[in-house]
């Protein structure tokens, strides 16, 4: 059975049968394929088939935006928002949608009612992006945790947890996203030294004598190693705290989140192995280890009766 049967065949199970929103489905799949090969894999073999494509079109929604908010000036980047917001916003009030993606996001948000609640805090919240250029302090980072991360991640989150959320699962959300944003700026240091907006707390930095003005000549001052080791053990640390999520959550979401924690702790560890060598090109978790996560996941979604 080949990949494209398979997706067919998902689509199916998830009530996507008109031609045309197949066919907007298959845009969302491409969408986040592109953007995340191991996480979509992971997403296609743990997920039961009536699931995936709604998963698959929360986190295309969710792409889409980064991309929106992340391309072009910043004259650009605020009239390309505001113009999605809108489409969005109307769509959700009116049932009507005229885009591919978020045709995909109102049939997900029938099915999953819950969404709606999450799509709007996404777009109420996701304008701060626009306005980073770095943080001061670690309370800065922790305010962009709340404000654009944790909110962007409960797009795909609140398909996977429970019915009825007392805050302890959103909590456990936060501390994933809290060490994944985390891992990511500290991945992500070549590519956002570039652009001119590192996401390190500048009184981190300078605790560990790093200056932007170093990093974007390309120097490697003594205390990057440093600064590498501090952002990844603490990423880390937030990511082993963020595996009692799975005690609150039922397969196949369980599965699925705890093979997304386990690729991101590969990932620690090979951005702490390449050092100060991420000041020119990111980490990637080993293959052989990425494929053993995924095949030990599959295992345990079989053996639960997936």
Aim: include cysteine.
């Amino acid at each position: 059975m080949t990949k494209l049967s398979t997706w067919k065949r998902s689509l199916t199970a998830a009530g996507v049968r008109e031609p045309e929103l197949r066919n907007d489905y298959d845009d969302g799949r491409r969408l986040v394929a592109r953007f995340r090969r191991s996480s979509y894999l992971a997403a296609r073999l743990l997920l039961p088939p009536s699931v995936l494509p709604h998963v698959v079109a929360a986190t295309a929604v969710m792409h889409h935006g980064d991309n929106l908010l992340d391309t072009g000036s910043k004259p650009q980047r605020v009239a390309a928002w505001a113009s999605w917001e809108q489409h969005v916003r109307k769509a959700l009030d009116t049932g009507v949608a005229d885009e591919p993606l978020i045709r995909t996001l109102l049939h997900t948000v029938a099915a999953y009612p819950r969404l709606r609640g999450a799509v709007e805090e996404y777009l109420s919240t996701a304008g701060a992006e626009l306005d980073f250029t770095g943080f001061v302090s670690e309370a800065d980072y922790q305010a962009y945790v709340d404000a654009y991360s944790l909110p962007a991640f409960m797009l795909v989150a609140v398909l996977l947890g429970p019915d009825d959320d007392d805050g302890g699962y959103r909590a456990m959300c936060r501390t994933l996203m809290e060490g994944s944003q985390r891992l990511d700026f500290v991945n992500d240091l070549a590519e956002d030294v570039a652009e001119g907006r590192v996401g390190i707390p500048a009184q981190t930095l300078a605790r560990c004598s790093v200056t932007v003005a170093d990093l974007a000549v390309g120097h490697e001052p003594p205390g990057l190693v440093l600064l590498v080791e501090h952002e990844v053990r603490a990423a880390r640390a937030a990511l082993e705290g963020a595996q009692e999520l799975l005690t609150q959550v039922s397969a196949p979401g369980r599965t699925l989140l705890n093979a997304f924690i386990e690729i991101e702790l590969l990932t620690a560890d090979a951005a702490l192995a390449r050092g100060a060598g991420l000041l020119h090109g990111s980490a990637s978790p080993p293959l052989p280890g990425t494929l053993r996560v995924l095949r030990n996941a599959r295992r345990r979604a079989r053996s639960a009766g997936r």
